[in-house]
């Protein structure tokens, strides 16, 4: 599971959570105004096989930038 902490948590507690990246090999998201729970949003889908190929998605959106 990602972990997901605030702006205002890094500025408190930079220290606790540059120790945490250097000693493990995951990512830390992070967030502003509670914007973390898109991204849980995100990864539910990518389980759930709710997904598109990158080359469709992309000639979607020239398709619709044509059209303007």
Known sequence: MPN???S??????YNDISSYCHAYN???FITKNGKGD???EGLA???AGNTR???D???DLRH???RR
């Open 38 to 40: 898109k991204l849980q």
């Open 8 to 13: 205002a948590d890094l500025r408190n507690n």
């Open 64 to 66: 619709r930038r044509e």
């Open 26 to 28: 995951e990512p830390v």
């Open 4 to 6: 997901i902490r605030s």
């Open 57 to 59: 998605v992309m000639a």
């Open 45 to 47: 889908d990518v389980e």
């Open 53 to 55: 190929p990158f080359a």
